[in-house]
């Protein structure tokens, strides 16, 4: 019924907001890590700094993942405004 897609549709869009607001909390962590990685650089700790820049890849490699599940989940979001539009 279209009550129930509108339902569905709502959580949907609660849950692309909620990734929304995790991928900006990684990437307002990267930036701090990236700062972080300057400075241990500017010091002279190597090895401190590879051991961040792999976090700054792997939280990268986070936010892509997260950008793929919004894709979907976007994607759902579409194809039910669809049906919707056909009933």
Known sequence: ???RVKKVQSQLRSEQRALDRE???I???ST???AEIKKLAKKGDVKNAKILA???VRAQKQ???L???KARLNSIHMQLQHQLGKS
Do not use: F, L
């Open 32 to 34: 701090k890590t990236k």
């Open 67 to 69: 950008a793929v599940s």
């Open 63 to 65: 936010k892509n993942r």
């Open 54 to 56: 792999r976090e700054v």
């Open 1 to 3: 019924s279209a009550e």
């Open 27 to 29: 990437d307002q962590g």
């Open 23 to 25: 991928m900006r909390q």
